[in-house]
């Protein structure tokens, strides 16, 4: 085992010793926003050093990665999704997409100019697990989490909430198809995680409250969430809620 920071890869020096076939990159920084420059690092400059050590030992790298490369478009909903079209000049809202886009565009460039031999896994929200129901001990950092949690606290959805699609997967179904795409089907290049769920996230927001929440014009929603949520998770609630998107 070789521990250290991928924010600071002279950390993992071992891995240049080490011989390996494959590597499935499923670390990350997960937060969506950060004062400092460490989800940067992590997910999208740690993948410079990651991709080029992989072509060094000839190894096949699988990212773990994430729908919400998708962006949003001018009018702040998400951009269609297209295997084959990574940069569509979409925009982004936080640091962890962004960081994750970047992290895709190099793979895809090393894949196309140095023969790196290399997967990518697109995967919706991870939800609790479909075989026990559990969820990660770091539920809050969850964003699917994150977004139920704040309109079942405000008590309302946003009228944006009945447009935005939510994918969603369990990650117990996450973790399969990834072992799936990297040992039994690892030819395709980029792929989305089979089992995923589709609803409107009104849909999912009732269901979590346990009842039908009422609607709210966004701008109301967003003035009471700044009001009602002291964490400022309120600020993590998609496009909609941000009056610069």
Known sequence: MVCGDLAQPSSLAELDKISFDVV???AADVRYFAHDDHIMRVNAQWMEHLSRLCLEKGARLVQASTLSIAGVDAS???????????DRQQRFV???SYSKFLAERTILQRMAHDGLQASIIRM?????????GKISANA??????SLLKAMKDVGACPESAQRLEVVWAPVDVVAEGVFHHTVVCPSRPVVDVEGM????????????AGKEL???????FRQQAARQLKTGL???LFPYLSKDA
């Open 24 to 26: 499935v990159n499923c």
């Open 76 to 86: 702040g909903d998400m951009s269609a999704m297209s295997p084959m079209v990574l």
């Open 94 to 96: 936080d640091q962890y």
């Open 124 to 132: 919706g929200y991870l939800a609790p697990r479909a075989g026990d």
């Open 140 to 145: 809050d950092a969850n964003m699917l989490f």
């Open 197 to 208: 769920e589709r609803c409107s996230l009104k849909h999912l927001a009732d269901r979590f």
């Open 214 to 220: 009422p609607l709210m014009k966004d701008e109301d």
């Open 234 to 236: 309120w600020m993590l």
